[in-house]
Structures are given as structure tokens and as C-alpha cells.
């Protein structure tokens, strides 16, 4: 199954991000595969490949669009940063 489309939210600071608890499970990202033509339409998907700390794999198979509105709420957030310490 493949990600069209998630929620995108940017916090300010830290203490203002969600505090995951115990019963969430931590999981190391091992891959980026960028698939050239791996849509219907042609258009390129990204597959990021995780496994958990007992060996289990995970794949999150996404659209370049979801990484390029993720790739431009960070440029935005790192541009806001920068403004704010310009002014101080």
C-alpha cells in the first residue's frame, strides 16, 4: 500500500512536539530507495526501508510529491529560525 497523502505538522520547539511513550516503538530507518516510474502515471516513489531492534522489517512506500511538501515545510521552518534570529 502506498502513502498518498499524511499529516504534516511543524512545532516551534521541542517542548511542543508530541512525548511518545513506552507503548510506542522505536524503529531504525536502513533505506531510502528513490523507484524511477514506480507510480501508474510514472511519476517517481520512494520506498524507506526500517527494521525494530529484534530484526523485524518495515517498508513505508511514498510519492515524490509527499517527500517534496515534507522537503519544503522543513525549508520553510529553517527559514523562519533564521528570520527569528536576525531579529534578535
Same mark, same amino acid.
Request: avoid cysteine; charged fraction near 20%.
Given at each position: 500500500?502506498?502513502?498518498?497523502?499524511?499529516?504534516l505538522q511543524v512545532? &516551534? *520547539?521541542p517542548s511542543e512536539a508530541p512525548n511518545y511513550g513506552?507503548?510506542?516503538k522505536i524503529i531504525q530507518g536502513k533505506a531510502c530507495l528513490i523507484v524511477q516510474g514506480g507510480t501508474e502515471t &510514472? *511519476?517517481?516513489t520512494i520506498d524507506f526501508q526500517f527494521e525494530d531492534q529484534d530484526?523485524?522489517?518495515?517498508?513505508?512506500?511514498?510519492?515524490?510529491a509527499i517527500m517534496q511538501m515534507i522537503? &519544503?515545510?522543513?525549508?520553510?521552518?529553517?527559514l523562519r529560525e533564521k528570520d527569528k534570529k536576525k531579529q534578535h
Open positions: 500500500m502506498i502513502t498518498n497523502s499524511i499529516t512545532f &516551534g *520547539k513506552k507503548d510506542t &510514472g *511519476k517517481p530484526g523485524n522489517k518495515y517498508l513505508m512506500m511514498t510519492t515524490a522537503a &519544503g515545510a522543513v525549508t520553510g521552518a529553517e
